[in-house]
């Protein structure tokens, strides 16, 4: 399957790489059974290469959704009406061409049905410069016609096969409205890829796809959405320009709660531009959020010989700590993600200030420090407080999952109970220590 439409910002030339980090997420959760949710699908490049029936589809765009709908549930009547607005433009051109485009600009386009709306909007994707939807201040769509004139506006085989694998996807799956309700739904193990209006330093591109625009403060309040994605153990991937604005708001903690983004260049052709000579070499990057989950690994005597590897690029080979410490390869993601969540590591896995204090002390200090550093969680040091004051009596179940949801307000109470037996162990080993 591919694409119906062709959409500003498509994902055609960085798809391998995006492909290639959804399979590493999946691999480091050891999760085939995962939901993959795309908030602001455009063409769908991504979703439609995947195939995967566990799938939610986002968007603000009215239209573009609707036509997702259309193609799910009427495909033949879409396409009988595509050909004959195919006929006519052939014989009217630029006029019918302009008296479609206008549509939108008269109060009977209100009562459009979803049929009309996505007829519409295929049309004038496919006849106009370059497939760019862009609306003006007042929401008109308002993009010329393109210079060459179309051949055809779908290809029935692949609205065929769309219309079947959409018809496998939960009629609420295809949403319409902000992405943030569509990241809503993110859980553990599920994958979320974002690909927003992209920031640009020169005035040279297109962002407004909607009248309402995409600011540096949408920007800003994107990042809090995909931290609480996060928190939820879910993956996220966000493809953008390589801009000053872009790595501020992904490079660093901004909630001090460890959500680190590591963030890797490409290099892509900008293919929207009316002067041939002037699509050029773009730089974009994929930013990769991966869940710093509540510590999966309870023993820390296992923690401290990770941190005490004999070399410390050795922490990034994982075969090489699987036959030193005999683990397998799940281990050591959960031992990797539990030295993130304590700031021993970072996204790169590369040791934190932590983490080398640790690395250099002598070994007599090493329990008390890590002791400190554990305990320099909130979480950690509430229950430990209760517990080093009252040594017959230790918070149970219910009050370790209360103060788990108290230090951090996205966690979900299924979640705080799958991790009541590690936080216990763990708070017992400091008092210990």
Not at 77 to 102: K, P, S
Not at 303 to 315: G, N, S, W
Not at 377 to 394: C, L
Not at 408 to 420: E, S
Request: proline share 3%; charged share 30%.
């Amino acid at each position: 399957m591919k694409p119906f439409v062709k959409w500003a910002g498509g994902k055609k030339q960085i798809l391998p790489a995006i492909i290639q980090k959804i399979e590493e997420c999946l691999s480091s959760f050891n999760k085939k059974d995962y939901v993959f949710i795309e908030p602001f699908v455009g063409g769908g490049v991504v979703f439609l290469s995947l195939a995967n029936e566990r799938t939610i589809i986002n968007d603000l765009n009215k239209e573009l959704i609707t036509a997702y709908r259309v193609i799910r549930d009427r495909p033949e009547e879409l396409m009988a009406i595509l050909d004959q607005m195919f006929a006519e433009f052939l014989v009217g051109g630029e006029d019918y061409y302009r008296e479609i485009r206008n549509l939108d600009r008269e109060q009977c386009y209100e009562s459009a049905t979803d049929l009309q709306i996505a007829s519409r909007m295929i049309f004038l994707n496919k006849t106009c410069f370059n497939g760019l939807y862009r609306v003006n201040s007042e929401g008109f769509f308002n993009t010329p016609m393109g210079r060459n004139k179309a051949k055809c506006l779908y290809d029935p085989k692949n609205i065929r096969e769309l219309s079947a694998y959409l018809r496998k996807i939960p009629a609420e799956n295809i949403m319409l409205g902000s992405y943030k309700n569509a990241m809503a739904r993110a859980s553990a193990g599920d994958i979320v890829y974002i690909d927003p209006p992209y920031d640009y330093i020169e005035n040279d591109g297109f962002t407004k796809y909607q009248k309402e625009g995409f600011s540096l403060e949408d920007l800003r309040e994107l990042r809090e959405e995909c931290d609480k994605a996060l928190d939820s153990e879910a993956f996220v991937i966000i493809s953008n320009n390589d801009t000053s604005a872009v790595r501020k708001a992904f490079e660093n903690d901004s909630r001090h709660n460890y959500s680190f983004y590591a963030i890797e260049k490409l290099e892509t052709k900008r293919l929207i531009n009316c002067k041939g000579d002037r699509r050029r070499t773009g730089r974009e990057i994929l930013i990769i959020g991966t869940p710093c989950r509540f510590p999966q690994t309870k023993d820390v005597n296992k923690l401290l010989k990770f941190i005490r590897v004999r070399h410390a690029a050795d922490i990034k080979k994982d075969d090489l700590l699987a036959k030193r410490f005999r683990v397998t390869k799940k281990e050591i993601t959960q031992v990797l993600s539990t030295l993130r969540y304590f700031d021993i590591l970072d996204s790169n896995r590369e040791f934190t200030a932590n983490g080398v204090a640790l690395r250099q002390c002598p070994k007599i200090e090493l329990r008390r420090k890590m002791r400190d550093i554990i305990l320099a969680q909130p979480v950690f040091m509430a229950i430990f407080e209760k517990d080093s004051k009252n040594t017959a009596y230790k918070t149970d179940s219910q009050q370790m999952i209360e103060i788990m949801k108290s230090c951090n307000k996205n966690m979900r109470t299924g979640i705080a109970r799958a991790r009541v037996d590690c936080l216990r162990t763990i708070i017992d080993w400091c008092l210990a220590n």
